[in-house]
């Protein structure tokens, strides 16, 4: 079944998990959705994830983290829609929890966390919140 929101999928999936205490979650591969799983990977918020290309679909695997039996992940926002794209300027990126969170940002140089955004002075599309 087509999905009008592929990236809000996929953050509902990995939501809907880690509240299940779900040790892995399969999601339908596409580019960007494997760009944010690398941030949330090198930011901490999953152990690893795998593509695989083997069916007929490339599927991503993401094993999720929990410490504690707490999920690594205490929420996750999609910020800029299909309906309502939300661009910003370098200097106008917002902060996460004062800094404890991540905002995820889609820029000319790729998808890059609201810091490294900050130091390379790059604005884009804000795509989606984490903490």
Do not use: H
């Amino acid at each position: 079944m087509p999905v009008t929101d592929p990236i809000s999928d996929f953050l509902t999936r990995i939501r809907n998990a880690s509240k299940a205490r779900k040790i892995r979650v399969e999601i339908p591969a596409s580019n960007i959705k494997v760009g944010l799983a690398n941030i949330f990977k090198n930011n901490g918020y999953i152990y690893d994830f795998k593509v695989d290309e083997d069916s007929k679909q490339n599927v991503i695997t993401v094993l999720l983290k929990y410490t504690d039996d707490k999920p690594a992940i205490s929420g996750l926002k999609r910020i800029s829609k299909p309906g309502l794209r939300i661009y910003k300027k370098s200097n106008e990126l917002p902060r996460v929890l004062n800094g404890l969170g991540t905002a995820v940002i889609s820029t000319s140089k790729g998808l890059l966390t609201d810091k490294q955004a900050r130091d390379q002075a790059t604005g884009g599309e804000v795509v989606c919140f984490i903490w």
